[in-house]
């Protein structure tokens, strides 16, 4: 009798094939992880996006006893929704300091703001009573009554009868705008940011749309 019976041989997997398979199986883990990391930060780095351009300030550098020569300050941008889904323009800063919706007159109508005029070397156009608001230019063949009830100025950056002239309105919240739109924006700064000092100096202004936006500088231009 054997004192030591046989026991029965099992097959198992060979150490270099189990360490093979964790090896393949880590690979293919992380390479998920990290295209699913990958294309969540794609996403959230191209679902939204505002772009501000052509920015200015501009400042009365006297005051004087008549309205159109007491110290308004005016800025303007052209703005565009870069992104891939509705947002909506809810901050302009100048040096900080928030300017109130009930500052902002915008257009965003695609009809008069076309390639050209978002494109365009916006104008100052001076102030008018009773509280600093920009005046209407038109230009020839452009008159005001062409645009919609509500307009509190127009301006025709051009000043003929070719480009749309842009119609104005008084903003009550935030400018909402689709991908791909655009819109131009004159804003009252509020008093006490600015000074006559400030002409020719650098200051700050910011466009928001939530998180997405950057401050850029500005020379304030005297006028």
Known sequence: MNMFP??????????????????????????????????????????????????????????????????????????????????????????????????WYFDSNPVRVTAANFQSQLNYTGTSTPNGIMRTYVGAGNPLSSCPTGTNFAINEFGNAVNPTMCFAQASGPISLKPGGTAVVYFQVPSGILSTVDAGSQSSVAIYAGNVGAPQSVTVESK
């Open 6 to 103: 046989r026991t029965k041989n099992r097959k198992a997997i060979s150490a270099v094939l189990t360490t093979l398979i964790i090896l393949v199986a880590s690979v293919v883990l992380g390479t998920g992880v990290v295209l699913y990391g990958t294309s969540l930060f794609q996403t959230g780095a191209q679902s939204s996006g505002v772009t501000a351009q052509g920015a200015h300030v501009w400042l009365n550098s006297t005051s004087a006893t008549t309205v159109d020569k007491a110290t308004w300050t005016w800025g303007a941008a052209e703005i565009r929704n870069s992104g891939d889904k509705i947002l909506s323009v809810d901050q302009i800063n100048v040096r900080g300091t928030q300017v109130p919706y009930a500052n």
